[in-house]
């Protein structure tokens, strides 16, 4: 099961995932086959999102604390993860 999912470029799925949400982090499936294409284990992910730019975000699912408040920006291209501590 995962939770959150958006298409992005070269039609993948990206959903999030944690704990009993599946593969933790950001993670890629081919949109024809099904098959995962890319895992990047960011931390537990609650929601995905895919802005303009093509990156795509995750926003932390890692319940209450300082995990909470966190979010991270995916280049899909690179594998560069940017990290956002402090998000209210």
């Given at each position: 099961?995962?939770?959150g ?7 993948k799925?990206?959903v999030g995932?944690g ?5 933790v982090?950001?993670?890629?499936f ?18 995905v999102?895919?802005d ?13 604390g ?10 899909p ?7 956002f501590?402090?998000?209210?």
């Open positions: 099961m995962t939770d999912g958006s298409v992005g470029a070269g039609e799925l990206w995932g704990g009993d949400l599946g593969t982090g950001l993670n890629a081919d949109t024809d086959t099904l098959a995962s294409t890319a895992t990047h284990p960011v931390g537990a992910v609650k929601g999102s895919i303009v730019d093509g990156y795509v975000w995750g926003v932390s699912g890692g319940g209450s300082i995990l909470s408040s966190e979010a991270w920006r995916l280049n291209v690179t594998g560069a993860v940017d990290v501590k402090g998000l209210v």
